[in-house]
């Protein structure tokens, strides 16, 4: 790689030369960036059109999303459902589900997404669904837990996300540190050392992971 392709450089071209940040996406990052003490946790402009994008090639009719946060990916996943699809999205905090419900209540296909308040290792088995799709982001110290009790229910050929499986650069470290960063680390091996699933990362923003069931 030359000396002035950095990453830096690659993030903002990648800005650049896609498609334009939907308004009222743009309204729901301005909002966080704002008013959020935690507005990294987002996906963001890119990540979020790749998600949409591959929510359009897989055209769901169940997505499972581990984490709503502000709603900002959630919004984007739900742009492939089919035309009965619904998306099923969960946020343990109160205040949040509710930033995040004003924003789904906006948007033309709020009414797929259903929202579940509550820790995730509770909600998702009471959820009897067929699972095409899976995103992964919520806390990473539940990661291997999340995917253990989806995997049964993904069905044959069916997709698992898990966002931030760099941790900031951390769970690459041979000596990861913090809990996040070591949960994180583990994740990737578990995921890595499994033989039943298809797998490649994507180095997209903090790194993602995309997950074939066969
Ligand atoms: C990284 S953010 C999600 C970002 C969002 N998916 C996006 O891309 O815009 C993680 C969210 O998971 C929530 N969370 C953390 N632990 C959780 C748990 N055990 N169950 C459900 N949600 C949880 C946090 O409150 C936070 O809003």
């Known amino acids: 790689m030359s000396d002035n392709l950095n990453y830096e450089l690659l993030n903002q071209f990648a800005e ?18 704002k008013n959020h003490a935690e507005p990294h946790m987002l996906s963001g402009h890119v990540q979020g059109l790749l ?3 591959f929510s359009l090639m897989i055209r769901p009719q169940r997505i499972l999303e581990i984490g709503t946060f502000t709603g900002y990916s959630a919004l984007c996943l739900a742009e492939g459902l089919t035309e009965d699809g619904c ?6 905090r109160e ?3 509710a930033i995040a419900q004003n924003f ?17 290792a509770d909600i998702i088995p009471q959820l009897d669904e067929t699972w095409d799709m899976v995103f992964i982001d ?16 993904v069905r044959k050929n069916g997709f698992i996300f898990a966002d931030n499986i760099f ?32 797998k490649v990362v994507l180095t997209v923003r903090d790194g993602l992971y995309l997950i074939r069931k066969r």
């Open 87 to 92: 998306l099923h999205t969960i946020e343990s």
């Open 51 to 53: 998600l949409k994008m």
């Open 16 to 33: 650049v030369y896609s498609s334009k940040e939907d308004p009222l996406l743009a309204a729901v990052n301005d909002f966080t960036q």
């Open 138 to 153: 919520a806390d990473k110290t539940g990661y291997i837990n999340y995917f253990e009790l989806v995997l049964p229910k």
């Open 167 to 198: 941790f900031h650069g951390e769970a690459l470290k041979e000596n990861a540190k913090g809990k996040s960063g070591k949960a994180v680390k583990e994740f990737n091996n578990y995921i890595n050392n499994r033989t039943d699933i298809e």
């Open 104 to 120: 789904f209540d906006q948007s033309p296909i709020g009414h797929k997404i259903k929202l579940h308040t509550g820790l995730a």
């Open 95 to 97: 205040h949040t589900a």
